[in-house]
Protein backbone atom coordinates (compact mmCIF):
# COMPACT_ATOMS: atom_id res chain seq x y z
CA UNK A 1 0.00 0.00 0.00
CA UNK A 2 0.87 3.76 -0.92
CA UNK A 3 1.91 5.87 1.91
CA UNK A 4 0.81 9.43 0.18
CA UNK A 5 1.28 12.82 1.24
CA UNK A 6 0.04 15.94 -1.03
CA UNK A 7 1.41 18.95 -0.49
CA UNK A 8 -0.92 21.37 -2.78
CA UNK A 9 1.12 24.85 -4.37
CA UNK A 10 -1.18 27.58 -5.70
CA UNK A 11 1.67 28.07 -8.31
CA UNK A 12 3.41 26.13 -10.57
CA UNK A 13 6.92 28.59 -8.99
CA UNK A 14 5.89 28.18 -5.39
CA UNK A 15 5.54 24.21 -6.43
CA UNK A 16 9.20 24.33 -7.92
CA UNK A 17 10.72 26.66 -5.14
CA UNK A 18 9.23 24.04 -2.61
CA UNK A 19 10.55 20.87 -4.14
CA UNK A 20 14.27 22.54 -4.85
CA UNK A 21 14.46 23.26 -0.76
CA UNK A 22 13.62 20.22 -0.22
CA UNK A 23 15.66 18.18 -2.26
CA UNK A 24 18.71 20.14 -0.69
CA UNK A 25 17.76 19.14 2.33
CA UNK A 26 17.67 16.21 1.56
CA UNK A 27 20.88 16.48 -0.04
CA UNK A 28 22.72 18.03 2.92
CA UNK A 29 20.47 15.45 5.44
CA UNK A 30 21.89 12.04 3.63
CA UNK A 31 25.64 13.92 3.64
CA UNK A 32 25.90 14.82 6.80
CA UNK A 33 24.69 11.04 7.89
CA UNK A 34 26.05 9.06 5.32
CA UNK A 35 28.67 11.32 2.96
CA UNK A 36 26.90 10.76 -0.30
CA UNK A 37 23.77 11.64 -1.69
CA UNK A 38 22.17 8.89 -4.70
CA UNK A 39 19.53 11.16 -6.86
CA UNK A 40 17.52 9.43 -9.23
CA UNK A 41 15.83 12.25 -11.75
CA UNK A 42 13.03 12.22 -14.20
CA UNK A 43 12.37 13.64 -16.98
CA UNK A 44 9.45 16.32 -18.42
CA UNK A 45 8.89 19.92 -18.08
CA UNK A 46 8.66 20.06 -14.45
CA UNK A 47 11.37 18.55 -13.24
CA UNK A 48 13.39 20.86 -15.51
CA UNK A 49 12.58 23.97 -14.14
CA UNK A 50 13.49 22.38 -10.85
CA UNK A 51 16.80 21.59 -11.76
CA UNK A 52 17.39 25.04 -13.55
CA UNK A 53 16.59 26.20 -10.04
CA UNK A 54 19.20 23.79 -8.79
CA UNK A 55 22.15 24.95 -11.15
CA UNK A 56 21.85 28.27 -9.45
CA UNK A 57 22.17 26.34 -5.72
CA UNK A 58 25.09 26.45 -3.28
CA UNK A 59 25.80 22.66 -2.49
CA UNK A 60 28.39 20.28 -1.88
CA UNK A 61 28.20 19.06 -5.45
CA UNK A 62 31.05 16.55 -5.05
CA UNK A 63 29.29 14.40 -2.58
CA UNK A 64 26.33 13.89 -5.20
CA UNK A 65 25.31 10.71 -7.10
CA UNK A 66 23.32 10.85 -10.14
CA UNK A 67 21.26 8.24 -11.80
CA UNK A 68 18.38 8.22 -14.22
CA UNK A 69 14.59 6.94 -13.61
CA UNK A 70 14.30 6.24 -17.24
CA UNK A 71 15.43 7.67 -20.65
CA UNK A 72 14.22 6.86 -24.49
CA UNK A 73 16.46 4.97 -26.94
CA UNK A 74 17.76 7.81 -28.98
CA UNK A 75 21.21 9.20 -29.32
CA UNK A 76 23.16 10.70 -26.47
CA UNK A 77 23.43 14.25 -27.38
CA UNK A 78 19.44 14.02 -28.31
CA UNK A 79 17.59 16.93 -27.68
CA UNK A 80 14.88 13.93 -26.05
CA UNK A 81 17.21 12.28 -23.97
CA UNK A 82 16.27 13.16 -20.58
CA UNK A 83 20.30 12.74 -19.93
CA UNK A 84 20.56 15.61 -22.15
CA UNK A 85 17.84 17.87 -20.69
CA UNK A 86 19.44 17.41 -17.14
CA UNK A 87 23.11 17.97 -18.50
CA UNK A 88 22.13 21.54 -20.22
CA UNK A 89 19.81 22.51 -17.48
CA UNK A 90 21.61 21.90 -14.66
CA UNK A 91 24.47 19.62 -14.61
CA UNK A 92 26.80 21.14 -16.78
CA UNK A 93 26.64 23.92 -14.57
CA UNK A 94 27.62 22.77 -11.52
CA UNK A 95 30.89 21.03 -9.91
CA UNK A 96 29.57 17.15 -9.91
CA UNK A 97 32.91 14.50 -10.85
CA UNK A 98 31.94 13.63 -14.21
CA UNK A 99 32.17 9.26 -12.79
CA UNK A 100 29.11 10.40 -10.12
CA UNK A 101 26.95 11.26 -13.36
CA UNK A 102 25.08 7.59 -14.51
CA UNK A 103 23.39 7.80 -17.86
CA UNK A 104 22.01 5.12 -19.00
CA UNK A 105 23.75 4.07 -22.23
CA UNK A 106 19.60 3.62 -24.11
CA UNK A 107 21.68 4.50 -27.58
CA UNK A 108 22.40 0.54 -27.12
CA UNK A 109 18.60 -0.36 -27.55
CA UNK A 110 16.39 -1.62 -24.87
CA UNK A 111 17.62 -4.72 -23.93
CA UNK A 112 21.58 -4.14 -23.80
CA UNK A 113 21.09 -0.71 -22.50
CA UNK A 114 18.79 -2.30 -19.24
CA UNK A 115 21.53 -4.90 -18.79
CA UNK A 116 24.21 -2.39 -18.20
CA UNK A 117 22.22 -0.08 -16.15
CA UNK A 118 21.35 -3.33 -14.16
CA UNK A 119 25.03 -4.00 -13.27
CA UNK A 120 25.60 0.01 -13.04
CA UNK A 121 22.88 -0.11 -9.88
CA UNK A 122 24.53 -3.96 -8.58
CA UNK A 123 25.84 -3.07 -5.05
CA UNK A 124 24.64 0.86 -5.24
CA UNK A 125 22.17 -0.38 -2.35
CA UNK A 126 19.37 2.11 -1.22
CA UNK A 127 18.75 5.75 -3.07
CA UNK A 128 18.42 8.72 -1.24
CA UNK A 129 16.02 10.90 -2.96
CA UNK A 130 13.98 9.64 -6.68
CA UNK A 131 12.38 12.46 -8.23
CA UNK A 132 9.39 10.93 -10.43
CA UNK A 133 6.46 13.13 -12.51
CA UNK A 134 2.83 11.23 -13.83
CA UNK A 135 2.01 11.07 -17.13
CA UNK A 136 -1.72 12.05 -18.16
CA UNK A 137 -2.49 7.90 -18.21
CA UNK A 138 -0.64 7.98 -14.88
CA UNK A 139 2.58 6.80 -15.95
CA UNK A 140 5.18 7.46 -14.80
CA UNK A 141 9.50 6.66 -15.40
CA UNK A 142 8.75 4.53 -18.75
CA UNK A 143 6.34 2.00 -16.74
CA UNK A 144 2.89 2.24 -18.47
CA UNK A 145 -0.56 1.00 -18.06
CA UNK A 146 -1.83 -2.47 -18.85
CA UNK A 147 1.91 -3.71 -18.66
CA UNK A 148 3.97 -6.06 -17.20
CA UNK A 149 6.73 -4.54 -14.65
CA UNK A 150 9.42 -6.69 -13.88
CA UNK A 151 11.27 -7.06 -10.42
CA UNK A 152 14.73 -5.96 -11.89
CA UNK A 153 16.83 -2.85 -11.28
CA UNK A 154 16.38 -1.80 -15.27
CA UNK A 155 13.82 -3.13 -17.68
CA UNK A 156 13.48 -2.56 -21.46
CA UNK A 157 10.85 -1.30 -22.90
CA UNK A 158 9.40 -2.23 -26.99
CA UNK A 159 6.30 -0.79 -27.12
CA UNK A 160 5.62 2.44 -25.36
CA UNK A 161 2.76 4.28 -26.03
CA UNK A 162 3.93 7.58 -26.96
CA UNK A 163 6.84 8.16 -28.54
CA UNK A 164 9.43 6.78 -28.76
CA UNK A 165 8.52 3.32 -28.34
CA UNK A 166 11.96 1.60 -27.22
CA UNK A 167 13.10 2.66 -23.92
CA UNK A 168 14.36 1.89 -20.67
CA UNK A 169 13.08 2.55 -17.15
CA UNK A 170 13.92 1.70 -13.38
CA UNK A 171 11.18 -0.88 -12.20
CA UNK A 172 8.88 -0.21 -10.09
CA UNK A 173 10.55 -2.22 -7.27
CA UNK A 174 14.08 -0.04 -7.52
CA UNK A 175 12.40 3.34 -7.60
CA UNK A 176 10.84 1.91 -4.49
CA UNK A 177 13.93 1.18 -3.12
CA UNK A 178 14.44 4.45 -1.74
CA UNK A 179 14.65 6.45 1.41
CA UNK A 180 12.43 9.56 -0.05
CA UNK A 181 10.21 9.31 -3.25
CA UNK A 182 8.92 12.94 -4.41
CA UNK A 183 6.43 13.22 -7.12
CA UNK A 184 6.23 16.21 -8.98
CA UNK A 185 2.75 16.93 -10.81
CA UNK A 186 1.43 20.18 -12.62
CA UNK A 187 -0.58 20.59 -15.57
CA UNK A 188 -4.48 20.69 -16.23
CA UNK A 189 -3.91 17.58 -18.67
CA UNK A 190 -2.99 15.70 -15.63
CA UNK A 191 -5.65 15.71 -13.76
CA UNK A 192 -7.80 12.69 -14.50
CA UNK A 193 -4.60 10.85 -13.69
CA UNK A 194 -4.48 13.06 -10.61
CA UNK A 195 -8.28 11.96 -9.79
CA UNK A 196 -7.66 7.90 -10.65
CA UNK A 197 -4.84 7.85 -8.03
CA UNK A 198 -6.54 9.98 -5.33
CA UNK A 199 -9.65 7.28 -5.75
CA UNK A 200 -6.82 4.15 -5.60
CA UNK A 201 -7.21 3.37 -8.81
CA UNK A 202 -4.43 1.05 -10.11
CA UNK A 203 -2.04 3.96 -12.11
CA UNK A 204 1.74 2.99 -12.43
CA UNK A 205 2.71 5.37 -10.25
CA UNK A 206 0.67 4.08 -7.57
CA UNK A 207 3.21 0.87 -7.16
CA UNK A 208 5.73 3.16 -5.81
CA UNK A 209 6.02 2.19 -2.47
CA UNK A 210 9.05 3.06 -0.44
CA UNK A 211 8.67 2.07 3.23
CA UNK A 212 8.63 5.96 4.25
CA UNK A 213 5.50 6.94 1.51
CA UNK A 214 5.88 9.15 -0.84
CA UNK A 215 5.49 13.05 -1.07
CA UNK A 216 3.56 14.72 -4.07
CA UNK A 217 3.97 18.16 -4.62
CA UNK A 218 1.23 19.70 -6.88
CA UNK A 219 -0.96 22.53 -8.42
CA UNK A 220 -3.55 22.90 -5.85
CA UNK A 221 -6.27 23.04 -8.87
CA UNK A 222 -5.54 19.66 -9.39
CA UNK A 223 -7.32 18.52 -6.56
CA UNK A 224 -10.32 19.71 -7.28
Not at 121 to 126: A, D, N, P, V, Y
Not at 133 to 162: I, M
Request: aromatic share 8%; proline share 7%.
Amino acid sequence: MQIRRWHAHSSLEALQEDAAARVLQSAESSIRERGIFRIVLAGGNTPKSLYEKLAHADADWSSWEIYFGDERCLPPAHAERNSRMAIDSWLAHVPIPENQIHAIAAELGPREGATRYSETLRGTGEFDLVLLGLGEDGHTASLFPGKAWANQDAVAVFDAPKPPPERISLSAFRLSFSRQVFFLVSGESKKQAVADWRSDKPIPASIIAPPSGVDIFIESHLLG
